[in-house]
């Protein structure tokens, strides 16, 4: 399900590194479709998680994916405007720390989670919001949103060690790529 967002985030991050290669119009056309379609998937995800059956705990950290469109989205949209920090910009970082901080206060839900391969999904968006909050510490000249930044990375830095260790531990027994029972 959550899967959706990968195209979706796909446009929105071409303008990161597409800014110093290809005109500003192929910029503008990727992080259109992705920014424009975002609001739409999301709105789908949302229904689907209210309305119908349960997600299964195995696939629960993929809801993490919420933070990655509007923290990539922010970070794209820094690059097409050449660091200028404006409104739409502020929605996008603050539309993503909403979702990181709507995350991190149902963290007990996530811990209690059995160990899958799922748990990887954590580190993008992650990864996503912490540059995103460099990017805005930089564009206010304010040290909270670097406190943000570091605070997020040193999570992520942790998680990916763990993550690594606990998938080379499951590797280790065969329980990983395993059937549903």
């Not at 993490?64 to 469109?69: L, R, Y």
Request: proline share 6%; aromatic share 20%; hydrophobic share 60%.
């Amino acid at each position: 399900m959550d899967a959706w967002f990968i195209p979706i985030v796909g446009n929105i991050i071409v303008p990161i590194g597409g800014v110093e290669h290809v005109p500003a119009d192929i910029n503008w056309f990727f992080f259109a479709i992705g920014i424009v379609f975002w609001p739409i998937l999301k709105a789908v995800l949302f229904y689907r998680l209210i309305f119908h059956s349960p997600m299964p705990e195995r696939l629960m950290p993929t809801l993490f994916i919420f933070i990655a469109p509007p923290a990539v989205g922010f970070i794209s949209y820094m690059a097409l405007n050449q660091g200028q920090l404006d409104n739409f910009a502020k929605i996008l970082y603050f539309f993503a720390l909403f979702f990181t901080l709507f995350l991190l206060f149902s963290i007990n839900r996530f811990r209690r989670l059995q160990f899958a391969l799922s748990w990887w999904a954590y580190t993008f968006p992650l990864a996503a919001m912490s540059i995103a909050s460099f990017n805005m510490g930089h564009a206010t000249h304010s040290g909270f949103y670097n406190y943000v930044g570091i605070a997020v990375m040193i999570a992520l830095c942790f998680m990916i060690a763990l993550f690594f260790y606990r998938t080379a531990v499951a590797a280790s027994k065969g329980k990983i790529c395993t059937a549903d029972h």
